[in-house]
């Protein structure tokens, strides 16, 4: 189902095959890869990569728009019937960043997550270092409950992980 607000200049529609390349020529090398999908995804991103990630039946994913031009990417994951995971937040052009996108596209997942799929929890993962991303989360009220320390090592750096949850 695609989200647009009546008069606004954006929406969420769902990702479909046409919008794969998109995907794969936004995710431009292998730290980025992991900072956004974690290990979901090996560098570099492939069809049939996504393909079986998104075959997933828990797995929602959607192209972000702004004034019909496509400009992220967003996943819910259901764990549980109440409680979904937002994954994989992509504002695609560095240009496009610090500019509301990325909170925006938040928000029209969370309202999605609770008024589509009935979610009373939302909850994400994000690595501690992705400074940005930490303080648009805090800012839109997700608290931090576990850190999970060097979850990930990237170049023989530790990445902690933090996850983060907020209830609607």
């Known amino acids: 189902m695609l989200i647009k607000r009546p008069g606004s200049r954006y929406q969420l529609s769902p990702f479909t095959t046409q919008d794969y ?41 959607y192209l972000f728009q702004v004034e019909d031009q496509p400009k992220g990417y967003i996943e819910l994951y259901q764990s549980s019937p109440k409680h979904y995971r937002i994954c994989r937040v992509l504002v ?37 270092h992705n400074f940005r991303a930490v303080n648009c989360y805090r800012g839109m009220g997700f608290e931090t409950y576990q850190a999970d320390r060097a979850t990930r090592v990237f170049n023989g750096e530790p990445w902690t992980l933090l996850q983060m949850k907020k209830l609607l």
Not at 27 to 47: A, R
């Open 92 to 128: 695609a052009d560095e240009s496009d960043r610090g500019k509301g996108y990325g909170r925006k596209l938040l928000d029209m997942a969370v309202e999605k997550a609770g008024s589509e799929f009935g979610a009373e929890v939302v909850s994400l993962a994000v690595f501690e």
């Open 21 to 61: 390349s998109l995907l794969m020529d936004w995710v431009t090398d292998e730290e980025f890869n992991l900072l956004w999908g974690g290990p979901v995804y090996q560098f570099p991103l492939t069809i049939e990569q996504i393909k079986k990630h998104i075959a997933h039946p828990e797995v929602h994913p």
